[in-house]
């Protein structure tokens, strides 16, 4: 409880009992039975005449918001051939089974490239990382690739490595297009995610490592057991908003050929000039996305928690 | 009390992009066959002009040079004799760039009407006009020469082959229901990408439309050649129509310029001169 939080009086006032929850009810030991006091009683009744309120506001505002925008919508003069062309249903049932097969295949995608991109971020995360000037060539290659693959949009990646690899025609690329499409988000993903994790780094105070050292750990095991335990954990909210984009990106993986969900929808759509199969594939990753989403704002709010904010 | 004010706020703001109706479709065509054809009469969305869709890149045979305005290509040609029967001088007529996924968007067109090697359909005349169909197309198969489906004699030789086709065409559906191979086909965003795919080896074989066959073969990937082509449709022929807004008030006038250039065997001089005979290419059942 935030500002209300003295202790209510104890009726029994013994000693052993100062330190009273904020409910009344039985405590254990059974000596006395607590009751509020009265102010604290007018208090939870503010408070819950307050939350009544703001409840029932939010209510009505959120009731007229919706009632306009759905009366403007469908009393436009182009709505009856909106609702035609986006949201038919027979269409709809048309496309879900088709739209559905290539979804399995993005989400195939998404969990092949999902744990390859923390390894290759963290990889580069911790060269990036590396002070000893011997190792200078590691560092600047690192470097250059989180800059290039951060400043190459994702498609033109997934373009270059799809048409361009096979191109080469050399023994041993592989010619899958969806292996050509995971090796592509991977090193697009990867260089966001190395950005993540060294920034996670970076933000553990350097008395930490100055802590370790002095314990006579070495760099590796300093990073290993004080260091990287920490910045995962602080990092782990915006790995997964990277993650919820690369859901998304996935789509990005039929401009190479395989016929994933976006694909399948656009045949739908071209088939039958009407828009509504989209819509299918929208819905499709929302539903994967929300939860994902929901789980960050959840360890989000754990993490503050657990600060004591 | 900022809360009520700013819904209020929100309130106004919705209204103000309240509805206005200002889509010159209606429903019924108004103009009635008896309707003269004449410049002055016509509903365009550019007064004075006729404006023309058409996507970029546009491809050979059927534009040249990506440059649809310069008459040369099987549509440009075709899109000029319409403009011509309709009145209109080739100064009068503006190319605008369509997508093909936003040519039967439903709203307000940026075209009077779009050329695009757009199929006629039954599903997709529910959401656009078609004029009367141009040109009569068949489907054909591309391999690289001397591989291992070059030498198919029939279409049921095909069910292992890997093929390519490019998302949105009618060869697609060709493929899926007359091919039927085992492999689902790898589908590409533009012409060129399917054609990469065959050069990489990636897909074993392309089905594209017949003129861009012998395109390709010619043009577009040495040693390649047309396996043979097939129809798509079991009885009736497959044509391209020219797209217009659903309930455009041209589409009579569009359709008698159409059976015009017909009539007159203008149609078949044109496509003699862009598409050559499509003799040489074995039938596939």
């Not at chain 2, 779009?114 to 599903?123: E, F, G, K, L, R």
């Not at chain 2, 390649?224 to 129509?241: D, R, W």
Request: glycine content about 8%; proline content about 5%; some cysteine.
């Amino acid at each position: 409880m935030s500002e209300f939080d003295e202790p209510g009086k104890s009726a029994a006032g013994e000693p052993g009992q100062t330190a009273v929850g904020e409910f009344g009810g039985p405590r254990n030991g059974g000596v006395g039975e607590w009751v509020k006091s009265e102010r604290q009683v007018e208090r939870e009744r503010v408070r819950r005449s307050h939350a009544r309120r703001s409840a029932s506001i939010a209510t009505v505002s959120t009731i007229v918001f919706i009632v306009l925008v759905v009366s403007i919508v469908t009393n436009s003069p182009g709505w009856p051939r909106v609702q035609d062309k986006f949201f038919n249903l027979d269409e709809f049932v048309k496309a879900l089974p088709d739209v559905l097969r290539g979804f399995l295949l993005n989400i195939k995608i998404f969990l092949i490239a999902e744990p390859l991109i923390l390894v290759v971020g963290l990889l580069v995360a911790l060269a990036r990382g590396i002070k000893k000037p011997a190792f200078f060539p590691i560092r600047a290659l690192a470097t250059l690739y989180t800059d290039v693959f951060r400043g190459v949009p994702t498609i033109l990646v997934i373009y270059l490595i799809g048409f361009g690899l096979p191109a080469l025609q050399l023994q041993g690329i592989p010619t899958d297009l969806v292996t050509l499409g995971v090796i592509a988000l991977t090193l697009s993903y990867g260089a966001y995610v190395a950005e993540v994790f060294r920034s996670g780094i970076e933000s553990i105070h350097p008395s930490q490592v100055a802590a370790a050292r002095s314990l006579g750990l070495g760099h590796i095991k300093t990073m290993r057991f004080v260091v990287l335990p920490q910045a995962t954990r602080r990092v782990v909210p915006p790995l997964l908003n990277d993650f919820v984009s690369l859901q998304k990106d996935t789509a990005l993986v039929a401009t190479i050929g395989p016929l994933e969900a976006l694909r399948q929808a656009q045949i739908h759509v071209a088939s039958t000039f009407n828009y509504t199969a989209y819509l299918v594939a929208a819905l499709l990753f929302i539903l994967l996305t929300i939860p994902l989403a929901r789980f960050t704002d959840h360890l989000a709010a754990r993490t503050r928690r657990r600060r004591g904010a | 009390m900022a809360r009520p004010l700013m819904l209020l706020a929100l309130a106004v703001a919705l209204v103000g992009c309240a509805p206005v109706d200002n889509t010159s479709s209606s429903a019924s065509p108004i103009a009635s066959a008896s309707t003269a054809c004449t410049k002055d009469q016509l509903k365009l969305v550019n007064a004075g002009k006729l404006t023309i869709g058409t996507d970029k890149p546009a491809y050979e045979p059927w534009f040249k040079d990506d440059d649809p305005s310069n008459g040369q290509g099987f549509e440009s040609a075709v899109a000029f004799a319409v403009a011509g029967e309709l009145g209109f001088d080739r100064t009068e007529v503006q190319w605008s760039t369509i997508k093909f996924d936003s040519a039967f968007a439903p709203g307000v067109k940026q075209f009077d009407f779009d050329v695009n090697q757009v199929s006629i359909t039954p599903d997709r005349a529910k959401a656009v006009d078609f004029s009367k169909g141009y040109y009569t197309v068949k489907q054909a198969i591309v391999a690289i020469d001397g591989s291992k489906f070059a030498g198919a004699k029939s279409l049921a030789e095909l069910q292992n082959a890997k093929i390519g086709v490019q998302v949105g065409t009618t060869s697609l559906e060709a493929v899926k229901n007359v091919i039927k191979p085992a492999d689902d086909p790898n589908v590409y965003n533009e012409q060129i990408d399917a054609v990469n795919a065959l050069k990489n080896k990636q897909v074993d074989a392309l089905v594209v439309d017949l003129p861009t066959a012998f395109y390709v073969t010619a043009a577009q990937v040495e040693k390649s050649k047309i396996v043979g082509q097939f129809s798509s449709t079991g009885g009736t022929p497959e044509e391209f129509g020219l797209v217009m807004e659903k309930g455009s008030a041209l589409k009579p006038c569009v359709d008698k310029a159409v059976e015009a250039l017909k009539s007159k065997g203008e149609l078949a001089k044109i496509e003699q001169q862009w598409l050559g005979s499509a003799a040489g290419a074995p039938e596939l059942r």
